[in-house]
């Protein structure tokens, strides 16, 4: 569901291109939904829970004070929607299309994520100058958690929009819009601007945007602290790192093109992406002469990989 909605659109996921892409028939799907509408619902929910528990390790992670955990945990959200965004367009862009199964569930995450952000009243009380300075009005957590989704529905809208039919951008001038990591600040400004006033606002503003993870050459090949093949992985590991190497497992010497269509990652530009990653990481190696002499990569696990790949695949 999750692909055929990327590519196709939430219009346009039909039963049958569910079932040919899964490989699966009418009858199996049917015996677990009664329709596209709630297989539908039934990848929102997933997605919607494991955006939660991304964005609850983050903010329980972070210092107590209300203003640093909502910071972790919509930064933390931002990077779940860079890393996963079929999932991420699908929580935010197309569930606004899906149904009114959908729309009703969405709306429940949503005033979840409002009781959240009002916790700022009390924050704003402890702050508060003066026993007259105003507080903020009742409706102020539900408007800014439509502001914060609406500016990232813009965004990923203008990403769409610059991407052509096989997700590669367009030809021209035009600069890719900036990561959705990038609008941390302003949103966190945005957010605290009427619970802790425009001085908060101005210092979230200014505060340094956590990077990424980079990954550097040779990571693959530091020396780990334990026996664990994870541990010291400068990467965030996600189902989609798993069937990468799994194809390149089951198929040494496979192409780029055939290691995507095991992965079922129809987009060239995202499998070379995944791949580079990979490699860069020391899981994987190009024995094949590679593009730039008109061939096909040929890709393998390298020992780490293999390491790597049996840890995912027994932990799955």
Known sequence: MVNVVAEHGVSAATVSRVVARAGVSRRTFYEQ?????????????????RARRIVSDAASSAPP???????????????????EPALGRLLVVDALGAGPLVLDRRTRVLQGLAEILDWGHSE??????????????????????GAVFSVIHARMLEAGDRAGANGSKRSGS???PAPLSALLNPLMGMIVLPYLGAAAAQRELARPVPKLPRER???????????????GLNMRLTYRTLVVLSAVATDPGASNRRIADHAGIHDQGQISKLLTRLQRLGLIDNTGHGQSHGEPNAWTLTPRGAEVQHALATDR
């Open 124 to 145: 704003a009380k402890r702050g508060r100058k003066t026993p007259a300075s105003p507080s903020p009005p009742e409706l102020t957590a539900e408007g800014l958690v």
């Open 65 to 83: 004070a209300w203003r640093e955990r909502i910071r972790a945990g919509l930064s933390a959200l931002l990077v779940f929607f860079e890393e």
């Open 33 to 49: 939904f009664s329709g596209c509408e709630e297989c539908f619902l039934a990848v929102f929910e997933d997605a919607t829970a």
């Open 174 to 176: 035009r600069r890719a």
């Open 217 to 231: 050459a040779g990571a693959g090949t530091r020396e780990r602290p334990s026996g664990d093949p994870l541990v």
